[in-house]
């Protein structure tokens, strides 16, 4: 159940007392029928969770005091998934999924054979995708939503300067992403493994993006025989590398 679970930014946690503004507070107030004296959950976008008693529920705004906290978990990798973008079904299923798995960051990267068309303002675009995080953070109870960035071009992507390992999966050649992860040294602690994966839109990457990629140092690699679509792909090699990783 995930009616007694509700979001707030980790900076308005920090005190005593809170307010729930707008969805959140529509959601407990018209949805979840939450009245003055009971407790609920509230979590942040790291993860952290807050026991909180509602003590007054108002027409604009909820009012709660804190209580117990619990910080955030991490025994898996820092992952950014760095996804070409996709159609609107396509990319909610990543999106849930990451929340589902962990992933810290997620990147919507313009490939040349990106499909989508990319209508409207992308504060409105990264709203949305925000609610399908959250309702997803909802559901599993994970409390994690990963960071969501405007969409970027690969290029620009790859100008940036990344020290974590970086792979990009390639739909022919390419290592084994299984052989890829045993050469890497386990660290000390799992704030300390970060990986970066770059997946292709529909259409994968073309020739020059993947040669371009590999310029910049991500290392082809390839999760098998089978094709797979480019959200299923995606989440698998999430999969693969949370399992591989976990401490």
């Given at each position: 159940m995930t009616a007694n679970l509700f979001f707030l930014e980790k900076a308005r946690l920090a005190g005593t007392d809170c307010l729930l503004e707008g969805p959140e507070h529509h959601h407990l107030g018209r949805v979840a029928r939450i009245r003055p004296g009971q407790e609920?959950?509230?979590?942040?976008?790291?993860?952290?969770?807050?026991?909180?008693?509602?003590?007054?529920?108002?027409?604009?705004?909820?009012?709660?005091?804190?209580?117990?906290?619990?910080?955030?978990?991490?025994?898996?990798?820092c992952i950014t998934l760095a996804q070409g973008m996709l159609k609107a079904k396509a990319w909610d299923d990543v999106v849930s999924?990451?929340?589902?798995?962990?992933?810290?960051?997620?990147?919507?990267?313009?490939?040349?054979?990106?499909v989508v068309r990319l209508e409207g303002s992308e504060e409105r675009k990264i709203g949305r995708w925000r609610q399908v995080a959250l309702a997803a953070a909802k559901q599993c109870k994970s409390g994690r939503v990963p960071g969501l960035e405007?969409?970027?071009?690969?290029?620009?992507?790859?100008?940036?300067?990344?020290?974590?390992?970086?792979?990009?999966?390639?739909?022919?050649g390419g290592?084994?992403?299984?052989?890829?992860?045993?050469?890497?040294?386990?660290?000390?602690?799992?704030?300390?493994?970060?990986?970066?994966?770059?997946?292709?839109?529909?259409?994968?990457?073309a020739v020059q993006e993947l040669e371009a990629a590999t310029k910049a140092g991500y290392e082809p690699v390839s999760l098998g025989p089978n094709i797979l679509r480019a959200e299923t792909a995606a989440l698998s090699a999430v999969a693969i590398l949370m399992h591989?990783?976990?401490?």
């Amino acid at each position: 159940m995930t009616a007694n679970l509700f979001f707030l930014e980790k900076a308005r946690l920090a005190g005593t007392d809170c307010l729930l503004e707008g969805p959140e507070h529509h959601h407990l107030g018209r949805v979840a029928r939450i009245r003055p004296g009971q407790e609920v959950w509230l979590f942040d976008e790291e993860g952290g969770k807050v026991q909180a008693r509602v003590e007054s529920v108002g027409p604009e705004r909820t009012r709660l005091s804190l209580g117990r906290r619990i910080p955030p978990g991490r025994s898996g990798p820092c992952i950014t998934l760095a996804q070409g973008m996709l159609k609107a079904k396509a990319w909610d299923d990543v999106v849930s999924g990451a929340v589902e798995w962990g992933v810290a960051v997620l990147r919507p990267v313009l490939a040349s054979r990106t499909v989508v068309r990319l209508e409207g303002s992308e504060e409105r675009k990264i709203g949305r995708w925000r609610q399908v995080a959250l309702a997803a953070a909802k559901q599993c109870k994970s409390g994690r939503v990963p960071g969501l960035e405007p969409p970027i071009p690969l290029a620009a992507f790859l100008s940036e300067t990344r020290p974590e390992p970086k792979v990009i999966l390639a739909e022919h050649g390419g290592r084994l992403f299984k052989e890829v992860l045993a050469d890497v040294p386990m660290p000390q602690s799992p704030d300390l493994d970060a990986w970066t994966l770059l997946v292709g839109p529909e259409g994968g990457f073309a020739v020059q993006e993947l040669e371009a990629a590999t310029k910049a140092g991500y290392e082809p690699v390839s999760l098998g025989p089978n094709i797979l679509r480019a959200e299923t792909a995606a989440l698998s090699a999430v999969a693969i590398l949370m399992h591989a990783r976990s401490f």
